[in-house]
Structures are given as structure tokens and as C-alpha cells.
């Protein structure tokens, strides 16, 4: 079974950056789609950025300031943050899909950005 290990959150001022990476544990599906979402206190989940079949889209609120990556024969998946703010603040999670009917999340990485 698929387990996800998130990676690079803590605190950060704005303007500055992180590195977020999530490592899939599992080994017998190829993975269709690799992605980011968050998680703000009092919100709901949204997409950050997901990348799928060599095609990557981001939400509006980070276009310019982060940026997907994967590196499927280590079943990774990073995001680069560049350029953060307060409103960046949130829980980050990482999610494989599978096919139409698995998918697996990471536990989250919380990111603070605040001086």
C-alpha cells in the first residue's frame, strides 16, 4: 500500500522561500498524477498545483511564485515556493492518483509565513 512522506514545512517571512517534497513509499502502479493542495485555518482544501501525463497547472493565487516538480523513479514530487505571504499560511498536501478510483494523501506539512 502507498504511504506519503511530507517534507519541507516551518516558518518562514515573506518574501522568502521553501521547498516542500513528498516521497511515495509504494511500488506497483505507475502514477498518473502528482499533487499539491492546502489547507488554510477555516477553509477548505484547494489545488495548489498538480502535474499529469508531462502537463502541469497551478491555481491562479500562485502562478509566477511556485513551481511542480516530479521525479517518478524516486516517486517524488516537490514545490518549489518562491516569493511567499501571510496568505500562503496552511497545512500543504501531497496527493498520488492512481486511477480513476485510488488516489492516496499525504499526513501535511504546515507552512507559516509571518515576520
Known amino acids: 500500500q502507498e504511504q506519503l512522506m511530507e517534507s519541507g514545512g516551518g516558518l518562514v517571512q515573506p518574501g522568502g522561500s521553501l521547498r516542500l517534497s513528498c516521497a511515495g513509499s509504494g511500488s506497483i502502479f505507475s502514477i498518473n498524477s502528482m499533487g499539491w493542495y492546502r489547507q488554510a485555518p477555516g477553509k477548505q482544501r484547494e489545488l495548489v498545483a498538480v502535474s499529469a501525463e508531462g502537463v502541469t497547472n497551478y491555481a491562479a493565487f500562485v502562478k509566477g511564485r511556485f513551481t511542480i516538480s516530479r521525479d517518478d523513479a524516486k516517486r517524488t514530487v516537490y514545490l518549489q515556493m518562491n516569493s511567499l505571504k501571510p496568505e500562503d499560511t496552511a497545512v500543504y498536501y501531497c496527493?498520488?492518483?492512481?486511477?480513476?478510483?485510488?488516489?492516496?494523501w499525504g499526513q501535511g506539512t504546515l507552512v507559516t509565513v509571518s515576520s
Open positions: 496527493k498520488f492518483k492512481f486511477s480513476a478510483n485510488l488516489e492516496v
